[in-house]
């Protein structure tokens, strides 16, 4: 609890400090920034932190997290002398209703949130102990860039920025690293809920800022539909579990059309009476499926924010969220900032906003590019974009040429997308990756059912607010022009699907080339290219749902917005701004959806594991915010009928919406009732279930820094629990991780080769020299690596030999069964 206050109260001080920043940076904003400035404030006190620790001016300590506040502090007191404080104090005053809504949803959240967690807090399973090295190792780390807990000698090669900021927290408060996790997670759920909040109330009042004296309410749809409103497998679930649409058959087993049309893995079973066992809310995010050329299936993630935060993954895209929400406002308030004297950027384009919004959009939407390197170009779409409506709606332009608004969106694009690599280059500089660019989807198509049960309780409120849109603005001929960009847009897609495939073809009797098709088709156990495309022509033609959908949403957004003559901006003005930014975020949401019906990552994996999981998230967010504020328009709008049709349709989606999040919560944290208590220490199962080790870890954690020797083994697994738990590098953690982030096995398999030798060769003179190679100050000996190293494991075949260990080095500590020798 004193770690809660603590986190509470500092996360609250800060946003108070920063407020000025935002006061003065959010100037169209109604809500002047407020909303935000808890996470403007971590973010850019994060960013002095870090890049002055990297440059050597800082260290990673209290001293340079206070030295990085103070600079914070100045800059706030700079802009509170360009403002002054009674304009600041005069605004909060009218302004105390969405203040105090702000205050007591965040307080909500963090408290609620923090208190889910106590009740299943274990960091175990899935990412977790990746999330929890990172966290102890920066920690740990005396220096930045914080070294890589899972491969000593290097420094962290994936998004870390989100554990930085997690990180400084816990070492201001002196919050360990197991409780520092489930705050953190808590904090991120409650800075993304006024994130949201404040975008939705921004958009609400944006043009209109009198005669709404219920926006500060009506904008709580917004988390409400970002982090609470879930996908429908839930409902589908509970309806599966009570045998709905299955019939015994002629054979006597049960049977469903219903169940086998639909084809969602976890529910094509009849029901076995234990539907709902601890695990059965992981279903939800694994509904979509690609099915290779043979009819192999793969499983694909399809994750959502509630399905995160249940879960409790601290992963960066969970972590980026408040962040991504600050991209939208700051795009939200370029919009409707009145234009300023540009400047010229790098002698390429003159940019018309001045340098200081500049360099603070760069800053937060580059700090995408660290926190999940993913959200980046959608936040430079997002701002980009706004900047580009800007144009579109200069009521003082007679003409509208589409040549400049596609000059604004390329020339803010290409300046803010350079410019935050630049400000964050020592992270791009120390970063690998196992990405290496897109290619062509020929085979893997989405279920159009799929689809509707991922997306559909966004699906109902956004095409609702659409066809009200068109209601009022709508004519044949933009009906006409929606469907002609739309099928435009889809022959676009496909055009360049078929060109990058015929490319591999012509270019195949190069050799690098053939390799590359061969690789290629035998990831998706296809014999040819033409059998490949015909496979995929037909499987397009047969499961047309998803793209039939995501046309039918690209065309009303961009019948809506496309409405050029001959240069003339035809009732352009029919449209309001804010009408326009929440179409430009429904149609980014689009292009991600559609996108991965084309294109995919190339990868590990193979196939879309990775690209779904991170299109259809960003894609959320973006929808999330329009259907929320979509919602509200219906409400304020819609009259007798329409309204009649409106509100059932609206309460039922949501209905079979909320039964994931009710009865998911139940089964997560045992009924909020666990048997072990509640705590919001995530390290306290560690100490249950392995007490030894446990107490061992936090030896080393106290322990002076060095390198330490211990089982390694496979993701996902026990292995590397010192270095998880101490903070303190491992020659070698998670393997199959480390060759992500590395983008090749080159470091891993020596280090796994050297540490089955280390434990298993009889001769103290390899042992040595290995201990020599790493720099290894700790050899642990437990009972994992009494399990690990037997006589049948591979490269063992005498098993563990201590011996060795005991005759030549000094026993440092024991702890029971687990023993930690030292070499100094």
Same mark, same amino acid.
């Given at each position: ?487 435009? $847009? @889809?022959?676009?897609?496909? %055009?360049? #699907? !078929?060109? *990058? ?5 012509? =270019?195949?009797? &190069?050799? +690098? ?69 929440? $179409? @430009?975020?429904?149609?980014? %949401?689009? #292009? !991600?959806? *559609? ?5 995919? =990552?190339?990868? &590990?994996? +193979? ?218």
């Amino acid at each position: 609890m004193p770690h809660l206050i603590l986190w509470y109260l500092t996360i609250s001080i800060l946003g108070l400090v920063t407020f000025p920043l935002t006061y003065r940076l959010a100037s169209a904003l109604p809500d002047r920034g407020y909303t935000f400035a808890r996470a403007g404030g971590l973010l850019l006190w994060g960013y002095l932190f870090w890049i002055l620790g990297v440059l050597g001016i800082t260290r990673n300590d209290l001293g340079g997290l206070t030295f990085t506040f103070g600079l914070l502090l100045a800059l706030s007191i700079w802009a509170v002398s360009k403002t002054g404080w009674d304009e600041i104090l005069s605004w909060l005053r009218r302004h105390l209703r969405v203040v105090i809504t702000t205050e007591i949803l965040f307080l909500a959240a963090f408290l609620g949130w923090a208190f889910v967690r106590s009740n299943n807090p274990e960091i175990m399973g899935t990412e977790k102990p990746m999330e929890l090295a990172f966290i102890n190792s920066i920690l740990r780390s005396e220096t930045l860039p914080p070294h890589d807990p899972w491969l000593s000698g290097y420094s962290i090669s994936y998004y870390y920025f989100g554990y930085v900021m997690v990180a400084m927290l816990a070492k201001l408060t002196a919050t360990t690293g197991g409780v520092a996790f489930n705050l953190g997670l808590s904090l991120t759920f409650a800075l993304s809920a006024i994130g949201v909040y404040g975008l939705v109330y921004n958009l609400l009042l944006s043009e209109q800022r009198e005669n709404q004296p219920f926006a500060h309410l009506a904008a709580l749809l917004g988390p409400f539909f970002t982090l609470i409103v879930s996908n429908w497998e839930g409902f589908l679930h509970y309806l599966h579990a009570q045998g709905v649409f299955w019939h015994e058959g002629e054979t006597g087993q049960m049977v469903s059309g219903f169940w086998s049309w639909l084809k969602i893995p976890r529910l094509i079973q009849p029901p076995s009476g234990n539907e709902f066992g601890h695990w059965w809310w992981w279903g939800a995010s694994r509904v979509v499926q690609d099915i290779d050329f043979n009819g192999y299936e793969k499983e694909v993630i399809s994750e959502f924010p509630f399905f995160s935060y249940l879960l409790g993954d601290l992963h960066p895209h969970v972590l980026a969220m408040p962040f991504v929400f600050i991209c939208f406002a700051l795009a939200l308030n370029l919009l409707h900032k009145p234009k300023a004297q540009g400047f010229q950027w790098l002698k390429l384009f003159y940019l018309r906003l001045s340098p200081l919004s500049f360099v603070a959009i760069a800053l937060v939407v580059g700090g995408m590019s660290f926190l999940n390197t993913w959200d980046y170009p959608i936040g430079v779409a997002v701002v980009a974009g706004a900047y580009a409506l800007r144009g579109f709606f200069d009521t003082n332009k007679e003409r509208i040429s589409i040549k400049a608004v596609l000059g604004d969106f390329f020339s803010l694009g290409i300046a803010l997308g350079i410019t935050g690599i630049l400000l964050y280059l020592p992270f791009f500089l120390g970063l690998s990756s196992q990405a290496g660019g897109f290619i062509p989807n020929v085979i893997y198509v989405t279920r159009g059912t799929h689809l509707w049960v991922v997306f559909g309780p966004l699906f109902v409120p956004l095409f609702l607010y659409l066809f009200y849109l068109w209601s009022k603005h709508g004519s044949r001929r933009r009906l006409a022009r929606g469907a002609s960009l739309g099928l435009g $847009l @889809l022959g676009g897609l496909l %055009g360049m #699907l !078929l060109l *990058l495939v015929l490319l591999m073809a012509i =270019l195949s009797p &190069l050799s +690098g080339i053939e390799a590359l098709k061969q690789i290629f088709l035998g990831s998706l156990g296809a014999p040819n290219l033409r059998e490949l495309v015909l496979e995929g022509f037909l499987r397009r033609v047969t499961q047309p749902g998803a793209w039939l959908t995501l046309t039918l949403l690209a065309s009303l957004v961009m019948g809506l917005l496309w409405k050029f003559k001959s240069g003339q901006a035809e009732d352009t003005r029919s449209l309001s701004p804010t009408q326009g930014f929440v $179409l @430009l975020l429904i149609f980014w %949401g689009t #292009l !991600l959806v *559609l996108g991965p019906e084309f294109i995919f =990552l190339k990868d &590990l994996f +193979g196939y879309r594991i990775n690209t779904i999981f991170k299109f259809y998230y960003q894609a959320w967010l973006l929808w999330s915010v329009a259907a929320a504020y979509g919602s509200v328009i219906l409400f304020r709008k819609l009259r007798l009928a329409g309204f009649a049709i409106f509100l059932p349709v609206f309460l039922i989606t949501l209905g079979m919406a909320l039964v994931y999040p009710v009865k998911g919560l139940w089964s997560k944290t045992s009924a909020f009732a666990p048997p072990q208590g509640r705590t919001l220490d995530g390290a306290a199962f560690f100490e249950r279930s392995s007490p030894d080790d446990a107490a061992a870890a936090e030896w080393l954690n106290q322990a002076p820094f060095g390198v330490i020797a211990e089982a390694g083994g496979g993701s996902y697994t026990s292995s590397a629990r010192m270095a998880i738990y101490s903070g303190l590098p491992t020659v070698l953690g998670w393997d199959f991780h480390e060759v992500q982030w590395r983008g090749n096995s080159e470091q891993v398999t020596p280090r796994q080769n050297d540490i089955t030798t280390l434990y298993c060769t009889p001769h103290w003179e390899t042992a040595y020299s290995i201990l020599q190679k790493y720099d290894i100050r700790y050899v642990v000996v437990g009972a994992l690596e009494r399990t690990t190293y037997h006589v049948e494991a591979a490269g063992c075949p005498n098993g563990l030999q201590e011996t060795k260990f005991f005759q030549n080095l000094p026993q440092a500590a024991q702890f029971g069964e687990t023993i930690i020798y030292g070499n100094e």
